[in-house]
């Protein structure tokens, strides 16, 4: 029987860059922590609160390494779940959510895929989605540029 409130909501941008794989890969081995998100901090501050606020990580972890990036690294209220370096880093959230979420990034030839998915299994993560589109929109929509600028 299938479940009516399970649903998996997806956020997939794409942009072209005219740098090398390599140095936009660089780019995102360096998000979160001292270096930030690529667009504004105030969402990112918040959203970090509020997850320490409901038992979670928030945004207090500490990066292993500046630069660089490993399989379980964590990130913010990010764990990195996979790296291929230079064509694909998918970051798990490991924050307080009505559902499950990855936010990722793959190269193909000069364009960057950013695509935020999240699995939801309940009305709460349902009406979670919704409530934040607006704000996840343009969140994500400036990273998307911030990563391309900084290369």
Known sequence: MLNAHKRTFEDERSAEFYHSPHAVFAVLERIGGENGWFS???????????????GGPGL?????????????????FFLVSEIDRPTRLVLKVAARLPGKATLSWEIHGHTLTQRARFH????????????????????????????????
């Not at 504004?40 to 409901?54: A, K, T």
């Not at 207090?60 to 913010?76: I, W």
Request: net charge positive.
């Open 120 to 151: 939801s299994e309940s009305h709460a993560g349902n009406l979670y989605w919704y409530a934040l589109l607006p704000i996840h929109l343009f969140i994500l929509s400036s990273m998307l540029k911030g990563i391309i600028r900084s290369a």
């Open 40 to 54: 504004l901090r105030l969402p990112w501050v918040i959203r970090g609160r509020i997850d320490e606020l409901l």
């Open 60 to 76: 207090r972890r500490p990066r292993r390494h500046p630069r660089t990036l490993q399989e379980g690294d964590a990130v913010g």
